[in-house]
T-cell receptor, first 113, second 109 residues
Framework: NAGVTQTPKFRVLKTGQSMTLLCAQD?????MYWYRQDPGMGLRLIHY???????AKGEVPDGYNVSRLKKQNFLLGLESAAPSQTSVYFC????????????FGQGTRLTVV | KNEVEQSPQNLTAQEGEFITINCSYS?????LHWLQQHPGGGIVSLFM???GKKKHGRLIATINIQEKHSSLHITASHPRDSAVYIC???????????FGKGTRLHILP
């Protein structure tokens, strides 16, 4: 049982490049989330999804897009990366909006130079 | 003003000590989570609380809804407990989720 898997684990991008982070879960969860974690700050919600085909903005959505074409996958896209997007990104999934246990991926460390 | 405050920010203790990490919040909530972030970065959910107390092994989590406060206790601490412990709350009003900045715990052998 893999749980929540994020790919890639590390990436270095040049300013202006694009990339997609993939989150996959095998627990049949309806809810999936993308967070970023920056030094000295708590995790902040970027976007989330309450089910296949749905997405919604979180606290810090600017510069990111997401898609949930399949229930098990939640993609986070950066169309034109900026140094301010250097961060560690975490995906999570759960049965509800944090009213049940949440399961986190291992994180993706992204550096934009 | 942070809606979720954790204390202490950093804690170093000797193996075997009883550890308490505190989380205070300023809004009505429907759920509170305690998470553990390992030195390698992975995050694990420890507890989800809406009232009372939960226990899992050497870990105990309590919540006082009236006082807007939760504590995470670790009994007989061990160096493998060294991690960052994060409190997260779900607002009752609009389901917004707020994370604390974490408490970095270091247990010395």
């Amino acid at each position: 049982n893999a749980g929540v898997t994020q790919t890639p684990k590390f990436r270095v991008l040049k300013t202006g490049q694009s990339m997609t982070l993939l989150c996959a879960q095998d627990m049949n969860h309806e809810y999936m989330y993308w967070y970023r974690q920056d030094p000295g700050m708590g995790l902040r919600l970027i976007h989330y999804s309450v089910g296949e085909g749905t997405t919604a903005k979180g606290e810090v959505p600017d510069g990111y897009n997401v898609s949930r074409l399949k229930k098990q996958n939640f993609l986070l896209g950066l169309e034109s990366a900026a140094p301010s997007q250097t961060s560690v990104y975490f995906c999570a999934s759960g049965l509800g909006i944090m009213n049940t246990e949440a399961f986190f991926g291992q994180g993706t460390r992204l550096t934009v130079v | 003003k942070n809606e979720v405050e954790q204390s202490p920010q950093n804690l170093t203790a000797q193996e075997g000590e009883f550890i308490t990490i505190n989380c205070s919040y300023s809004v009505g909530i429907s759920a509170l989570h305690w998470l553990q972030q390992h030195p390698g970065g992975g995050i694990v959910s420890l507890f989800m609380l809406s009232s009372g107390k939960k226990k899992h092994g050497r870990l105990i989590a309590t919540i006082n809804i009236q006082e807007k406060h939760s504590s995470l206790h670790i009994t007989a601490s061990h160096p493998r407990d060294s991690a960052v412990y994060i409190c997260a709350v779900r607002w009752f009003r609009d389901d917004k989720i707020i994370f604390g900045k974490g408490t970095r715990l270091h247990i010395l052998p």
